[in-house]
């Protein structure tokens, strides 16, 4: 086959048969996270612009975390009682006042109290944009949804952080003020473009239906245990975000550096997330966990080695990218599959509590160790982290094949349809 033809064959298969909504929620995810610049350079603000210890920035990123925390509760239950648009236009109108007030805000205590509010408003839109896709996008083209809207947000993460080192070099302010107008222009979007999403049910399956609350969620074990494991490794990755440039930035790399090698994140997730997507089709999901879990944590762990040689830290960089292109959209299409169409946004909330907990816990934990211990006791940490959550994975799988017995081969292809068996004792397969 010619290589133009093999060339639209590919596309075609990897963004063809999408419902047209799910690009509008795709475009408008786009525009925010090219303005997407406070959460990425927020530390640099901290200790470079403002002149704050490595431990107040670990703190204020840590109360931007619990901000998340809460809302990523908060935002799955409105999702599920209000729509999941309300909830988005809410969230993104609030995180663009907040944002906003964020670059005006002055002292130790005004900026921390406005960053909890940052990502108390930020986070409440993740449960929503994820019950959007669950609820548009057929089942056996889910994970290749998440995929290609992890796409967009790397897009314009890799672009963002580029452009922002440039803009950082002369003053802070204009990347608050940009990052609230692509916030903004997204609301807007969804407002014009993307519809309620929600399902419908009669009255009568709704009395039929066991009530699914957030208790019921934290009671289902097996979803639970997989939380927890993404928990882990995503105190891991917050360090990129945080701990990362601090590091970095005592190595005596500059903004701009720092920018560009942490712009390589987005750039190959850019590059690599479609075609990788195709080569991971069909393979055993606990294998590609495992996998990811090792090079997330070891990647970061590479970091140890690195210096002040900017190249090092691009190349560990590329390392824990693989790691992440191969984990988001695995655990993301899973996460839908085991989520009951009336809870999908209290599941998709209690996911992303994970991702809001680490960005709590992670900031204090490596602002503090990097001060207090030093940045290799952080970076070993890392590679720890990443192994232990591979193990689990690997537990998790095994326990699931073991349960569903001899109906795990019958379970693993219904779930490639899109359905979740039933495990013994009313939890869930975990399809491999």
């Known amino acids: 086959m010619p290589a133009p033809s093999r060339l639209r064959t590919v596309l075609s298969e990897s963004v ?13 995810t786009l525009v925010n996270r090219l303005g997407g610049f406070v959460v990425t350079y927020l530390a640099l603000y901290l200790t470079v612009g403002r002149g704050y210890p490595a431990s107040y920035a670990g703190l204020v990123a840590g109360l931007f975390g619990a901000g998340s925390a809460i809302a990523s509760l908060l935002g799955g239950v409105l999702a599920d009682r209000l729509g999941r648009r309300p909830t988005l236009m809410a969230a993104q109108l609030s995180t663009a006042v907040s944002t906003a007030a964020l670059g005006f805000a002055d002292g130790p205590v005004a900026i921390a109290v406005v960053a909890f509010l940052v990502g108390l408003a930020s986070n409440a839109a993740r449960p929503a944009i994820s019950a959007i896709i669950a609820d548009l996008v057929p089942a056996p083209d889910r994970v290749r949804a998440y995929s290609l809207n992890y796409w967009a947000i790397n897009i314009g993460f890799g672009v963002s952080a580029a452009v922002a080192g440039l803009i950082a070099a002369h003053g802070y302010l204009p990347l608050f003020l940009l990052d609230a107008l692509t916030t903004l222009i997204c609301a807007v979007m969804v407002f014009v473009r993307i519809p309620e999403t929600r399902p419908e049910r009669s009255a009568a399956a709704v009395r039929e239906e066991p009530r699914t609350g957030l208790g019921t969620v934290f ?58 997507g195709r080569l991971m089709e069909g393979r055993n999901r606990t294998a590609l966990l495992v996998v990811s879990a090792l090079l997330t944590g070891w990647g970061f762990g590479l970091t140890a080695l690195a210096g002040s040689s ?104 219904d779930a490639a349809d899109g359905e979740v068996a039933a495990a013994p004792g009313g939890g869930v397969a975990v399809p491999s």
């Open 16 to 28: 063809g048969g999408l419902p047209r909504q799910f690009w509008w929620l795709w475009a408008a």
């Open 219 to 276: 009671r289902d074990g097996r979803f639970m245990a997989l939380v927890g494991v993404n928990l882990l490794l995503a105190l891991v990755a917050q360090q990129g975000s945080t701990t990362l440039a601090i590091d970095m930035g005592e190595a005596g790399i500059s903004t701009s550096g720092y920018g560009l090698v942490i712009g390589l994140n987005g750039l190959l997730i850019v590059v690599l997330q479609l075609p990788m």
């Open 310 to 413: 900017a190249a090092f830290f691009a190349v560990t960089v590329a390392v824990w990218t693989i790691g992440e292109i191969m984990a988001a959209p695995t655990m993301m299409g899973l996460v839908a599959e085991l989520s009951p169409a009336g809870a999908r946004g209290r599941y998709q909330g209690v996911h992303s509590l994970s991702w809001s907990l680490a960005s709590f816990l992670g900031p204090l934990a490596g602002g503090y160790l990097l001060q207090h211990a030093g940045s290799a006791v952080v970076w070993l940490a890392c590679g720890v982290c990443g192994t232990v959550a591979a193990g689990a994975f690997l537990l998790v799988g095994r326990r699931a094949a073991a349960d569903a017995g001899g109906g795990a081969r019958v379970a693993g292809a």
